[in-house]
């Protein structure tokens, strides 16, 4: 979730209500969505041949693993975590730390959707149709079926799961890959946690029991490990020049930002550099210099806010270093000067360009495979070593798809304006529909746009 495609699950936040509205206006909101997907061609409904596909790669679930066991890499005994939003209904990646004397090992675990989502599959079509998840405020359209998605894709608590397992060991002193290896493994989840108790677990390292099955494992200790490595990459990449939009993201979202940044440069590193593979990398353009300058130009003009001198010569740093120090009423203000002159990324065969906003010369997408297409090809191409004939035709539809997607949003997003609520707390709180009509319009919460990094 992204500096060009930041993307949050709508839901109900935690501590908080549901807003409420009344039958009338949500039929109106139903009725505009209807004329939104009809507008960018995006099927809310699955074929019930897809379903019927999905529904019975969901029988046997437990047999089929155990059968995978002697195949696969067994990481079961490895202390393993989930975190996500409280209202997320599938778990997809998950990780594991480890510290020795020279070096930091990683694991990210992505669920092994091609495991079942292959181009022999109905399902596989249907992903090229829809090319991402679309999630609007309250409303989430799935690429891949949920009966899928949240049963055997979905890597929850103390039930073993099928994965594909990023091992990175990371030099202490400047972070950088020693080693890198991609496989499949057999993974099982000690503890799902929401953002909020992943922060609770920092502050008070007694509250993980209460989330555990076992209390032996050590997800306190792994926890806070995690965290300081996360926030050594974090700060690395911002010296690098890495674009970093939101200067006051949390600790648990540092955590797994930093940690899927890592998986996905990992792999991509392996295709182009190790393999020399054709991929769908992620490239993003960089704005021209006159360009780079009317956003600075708009940013200094702020009242309250001066771009230190030194950082001009780099408008990324120059960027980072106004949003740390200027008013938190102008933050939006920054991002919005920046976003408007950054060209839109794209996903090519070829890495050429690198990626701009997080100064990444290759990059590329793997770790959220239930909801991006590129992700679910890459696990693919990571896994076969084998290149779709029709892999640039399916480049510029995930582009046009996401293009799509978010435009969806953005004209949702201003419809629910016009009717008087408010989409930042309809998306993180959900919509419940009441009788009494009294009650409905009402729109409490804070309004704000996140941007994350492009993970």
Same mark, same amino acid.
């Given at each position: 979730m992204t500096e060009d495609d930041a993307q949050s699950a709508a839901g109900t936040a935690e501590g908080q209500g549901p807003v409420e509205i009344d039958e009338e206006l949500a039929r109106h909101m139903a009725n505009k969505r209807e004329e939104l997907f009809e507008k960018f061609g995006i099927r809310d409904e699955f074929p019930a041949d897809v379903l019927e596909e999905a529904e019975a790669r969901t029988e046997d679930v437990q047999q089929e693993i155990q059968e995978e066991v002697d195949e696969r890499r067994d990481l079961r005994e490895m202390t393993t975590w989930t975190t996500d939003p409280i209202d997320a209904q599938d778990f997809d990646d998950a990780i594991s730390v480890e510290e020795r004397d020279d070096e930091y090992v990683l694991w990210v675990h992505i669920a092994d959707v091609t495991h079942y989502v292959n181009p022999e599959t109905r399902m596989w079509e249907e992903a090229v149709?829809?090319?991402?998840?679309?999630?609007?405020?309250?409303?989430?359209?799935?690429? /891949?079926?949920?009966?899928?998605? =949240?049963?055997?894709? !979905?890597? %929850?608590?103390?039930?073993? #799961? $099928?994965?594909? &397992?990023?091992?990175?060991?990371?030099?202490?002193?400047? /972070?950088?890959?020693?080693?890198? =290896?991609?496989?499949? !493994?057999? %993974?099982?989840?000690?503890? #799902? $946690?929401?953002? &909020?108790?992943?922060?609770?677990?920092?502050?008070?390292?007694?509250?993980?029991?209460?989330?555990?099955?076992?209390p032996e494992v050590d997800?306190?200790?792994?926890?806070?490990?995690?965290?300081?490595?996360?926030?050594?990459?974090?700060?690395?990449?911002?010296?690098?020049?890495?674009?970093?939009?939101?200067?006051?993201?949390?600790?648990?979202?540092?955590?797994?930002?930093?940690?899927?940044?890592?998986?996905?440069?990992?792999?991509?590193?392996?295709?182009?550099?190790?393999?020399?593979?054709?991929?769908?990398?992620?490239?993003?353009?960089?704005?021209?210099?006159?360009?780079?300058?009317?956003?600075?130009?708009?940013?200094?003009?702020l009242d309250g806010v001066s771009i230190p001198g030194e950082a001009w010569d780099d408008?990324?740093?120059?960027?980072?270093?106004?949003?740390?120090?200027?008013?938190?009423?102008?933050?939006?203000?920054?991002?919005?000067?920046?976003?408007?002159?950054?060209?839109?990324?794209?996903?090519?065969?070829?890495?050429?360009?690198?990626?701009?906003?997080?100064?990444?010369?290759?990059y590329g997408h793997f770790t959220s495979p239930i909801r991006r297409l590129s992700d679910?090809?890459?696990?693919?191409?990571?896994?076969?070593?084998?290149?779709?004939?029709?892999?640039?035709?399916?480049?510029?539809?995930?582009?046009?798809?996401?293009?799509?997607?978010?435009?969806?949003?953005?004209?949702?997003?201003d419809f629910l304006q016009e009717v008087g609520l408010d989409p930042a707390a309809v998306n993180n709180r959900g919509i419940e529909v009441v009788e009494d009509e009294a009650e409905g319009n009402s729109a409490e919460g804070e309004a704000g746009t996140e941007v994350a990094a492009d993970e």
């Open positions: 149709e829809r090319g991402n998840t679309v999630y609007l405020p309250g409303y989430t359209v799935h690429m /891949l079926p949920p009966v899928l998605a =949240e049963t055997v894709c !979905s890597l %929850v608590p103390n039930e073993d #799961r $099928l994965a594909h &397992t990023v091992e990175m060991h990371l030099d202490k002193e400047d /972070l950088g890959y020693e080693e890198i =290896e991609i496989y499949k !493994s057999v %993974v099982r989840s000690d503890a #799902r $946690l929401t953002y &909020t108790e992943a922060e609770n677990v920092l502050e008070d390292p007694d509250s993980a029991d209460a989330l555990l099955e076992d997800l306190a200790e792994k926890t806070e490990l995690v965290w300081h490595l996360a926030d050594a990459m974090h700060e690395q990449r911002k010296e690098e020049g890495s674009l970093v939009l939101n200067p006051s993201r949390d600790r648990a979202h540092t955590i797994i930002e930093e940690c899927m940044l890592k998986a996905n440069k990992a792999v991509t590193h392996e295709l182009m550099w190790d393999r020399g593979v054709e991929a769908m990398y992620r490239v993003h353009p960089q704005p021209s210099p006159d360009e780079w300058d009317e956003a600075l130009r708009e940013i200094q003009e408008p990324r740093r120059a960027v980072n270093a106004t949003l740390e120090q200027a008013p938190g009423r102008q933050l939006d203000k920054i991002q919005w000067a920046v976003m408007k002159v950054m060209p839109r990324a794209k996903y090519m065969n070829d890495p050429f360009g690198g990626h701009h906003a997080l100064n990444f010369e290759i679910l090809i890459n696990h693919w191409i990571v896994y076969t070593n084998d290149v779709p004939e029709d892999l640039v035709a399916l480049c510029d539809r995930a582009s046009d798809r996401q293009k799509d997607a978010e435009q969806c949003e953005r004209e949702y997003k």
